[in-house]
Every structure is written in C-alpha cells, then in structure tokens.
C-alpha cells in the first residue's frame, strides 16, 4: 500500500495540533523510554507498522534493549520491566481496546500506586495520542519503509 493522501499538506492546521501535543508528552515527567514503549505496545495492538517501526527506532536511539523492545508484546512474562512499566503497558492495552475492555477500577489503582493523579491523565493523553497516530497512519496508508 501507498500513501493515500499527504495529510500534513492537506491538514497542516490539525497535524500542527497533534504535533503540539507530542510537545506536551515530552514535558509531563513520564519517562521518555516508557512513552516510546506504551506507542510501541498500542502500535502493536493497533497493527500500525510504520508507528512500531518509528518507535521502536526511537526507542533504540534512547537506549532501550533489543530485549525489551523484543518482548514487549508479552511484558506480563518478564521480570526485566517494573512493575510501574507494567501498570502503564497494562493501562495502555486497557485504553487502546476500551469499547470492549473499559478501564477498571482495579487496574486503576494499581496504576495510581506508581504514578499520581496528574501522571495518570498523562499517560491516559499518551495512549490516546499514539492511538490517533495509528489510525491516522493505517487510514492514509503509510507503511513502514526498512531503514
């Protein structure tokens, strides 16, 4: 597949709007290693190629395993996450499949005993801006090119 339609030509307004929004996740205190890994899972989640391959690169600029980026999709079997990265991976496959999931209760709490109120909605605008990426990606037909 090919790219559909060159979106920031067309939308410059909107994609300037998301774009100030990535600009924001990187002030919120959460850990540039974790947002890449929770755009990666959703990403996963999501079947978006070329977001997995842009983030798992970026993850790799930043430092982040082959390990860990190998493993993400089954971070409930590793010990080699923490237990805050679990919270927020299990947060993000709660919010990317919400309309059949939903975000309980107890997973709630579980996430607000690492992260505090103001994180929390962090990372829940996080998750909801990796999700629109996806859709806009999969939706215009970008796919991923090897780098």
Known sequence: M??????????????????????????TGIDRKLRELIKIRASQINGCAYCISTHTADARKMG?????????????????????????????????????????????????EYFDERQYVNLVLIINLINSWNRIAIAMGNTATEK
């Open 64 to 112: 982040e395993t082959e390990q860990r980026l190998y493993c993400i999709s089954a971070w409930k079997e590793c010990t080699f996450y923490t237990d805050a990265e679990k919270a927020a991976l299990e947060l993000t496959e709660y919010v990317t499949l919400i309309s059949s999931k939903r975000v309980p209760d107890e997973l709630y709490h579980r996430v607000r």
């Open 2 to 27: 090919e790219q559909r339609i060159n979106y920031y030509n067309v939308a410059p307004e909107a994609l300037n709007i998301m774009m100030e929004m990535e600009k924001y996740t990187k002030t």
